[in-house]
């Protein structure tokens, strides 16, 4: 599905059980973080979501797939970023709530028992955007600084995920160094 026809707004109480899985795609250019995060915004992102319940917790499973164009911090030009990220949500309430999901799962505060299913997608893609975004090492090097001095990086990508939500789950990808794969292309 192209993001015209995607539902605004996903209730996973409607979709838990469903054979087919929610999937479609977004412009990266409508992601507004994405944008904020990124040197070029061209392409697209897909996903796929299955929805189950499980006890009286409602869960999302799937994938993301992205190429990202993102600033190197080492050298500060543009790389690759390939994502292809697993996509394991338990749907809680409130903050509190979201501590107690199982490890395997980031939490996703639900909002009037609902997702603003762009949102989701667009946390997952920040999420795999590394702390320090960089070409594998030895692939480049930084620019000289006339000064002499270490050049500061800068941190876009922390400014964009500024939801509470985002906070949690970047606390529970560090133990999870798997979900995103880098490119030195
Ligand atoms: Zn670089």
Request: with cysteine.
């Amino acid at each position: 599905m192209s993001s015209s026809n995607l539902p605004r707004y996903v209730d996973p109480r409607q979709y838990a059980g469903d054979a087919v899985p929610l999937s479609g795609r977004y412009a990266l250019a409508d992601l507004r973080r994405i944008v904020a995060a990124s040197v070029a915004s061209d392409g697209e992102v897909g996903f796929s979501l299955n929805f189950r319940k499980e006890g009286a917790r409602w869960f999302a499973e799937g994938r993301v797939e992205a190429i990202l164009s993102i600033a190197c911090q080492r050298c500060l030009e543009p790389y690759r970023l390939v994502v292809d990220r697993e996509v394991r949500l338990a749907f809680v309430s409130d903050v509190d709530e979201a501590s107690r999901v199982p490890d395997a799962y980031d939490p996703w505060i639900l909002d009037d028992g609902r997702v603003l299913l762009s949102d989701l997608i667009e946390d997952e893609l920040l999420l795999a955007i590394p702390d320090i975004p960089r070409h594998p090492d030895g692939t480049c090097v930084a620019p000289a600084s006339s000064d002499g001095g270490v050049q500061a990086p800068h941190r876009p990508v922390a400014e964009a995920a500024a939801n509470p939500f985002a906070m949690l789950a970047s606390l529970k990808k560090a133990s999870d160094p798997e979900n995103s794969k880098e490119n030195a292309d």
